[in-house]
């Protein structure tokens, strides 16, 4: 199992930019698919962003152009740079990691069946 935690939520004014890190107990090495997800209260959770193993990434298309997947392997951190963010953007923000093997990254994301999740991190974006 690996152990994830997010940190770098915030509360900040539409237009702004955050930078989310999600810090893993192990070395996630790059064969791991990771995500970013996030949840409103009352609603089901919700793919942001993911990468692979070859660093190919996906976006949801409401944060494509805004948000960057990216992640430091030597470090075992995944990021997700968030900008221009809009009150739509409030939700607490889930990293997540390993999802099985048979399955593409699309997939992975859309059906949310990663392995292990972390606790999540509060986005609050003002108008």
């Known amino acids: 199992q690996v152990q994830l935690v997010e940190s770098g939520g915030g509360s900040v004014q539409a237009g702004g930019s955050l930078r989310l890190s999600c810090a893993a107990s192990v070395f996630t090495s790059r064969t791991y698919v990771m995500g970013w997800f996030r949840r409103v209260p009352g609603q089901g959770r919700e793919a942001v962003a993911g990468i692979d193993n070859n660093g190919s990434t996906v976006y949801v298309d409401s944060v494509k152009g805004r948000f960057t997947i990216s992640r430091d392997v030597s470090a075992n951190i995944l990021y997700l740079d968030m900008t221009v963010l809009k009150p739509e953007d409030t939700a607490m923000y889930y990293c997540?990691?390993?999802?099985?093997?048979?399955?593409?990254?699309?997939?992975?994301?859309?059906?949310?069946?990663?392995?292990?999740w972390g606790q999540g991190t509060q986005v609050t974006v003002s108008s």
């Open positions: 997540a990691a390993r999802c099985p093997s048979t399955l593409d990254l699309p997939t992975c994301l859309l059906s949310k069946r990663f392995y292990d």
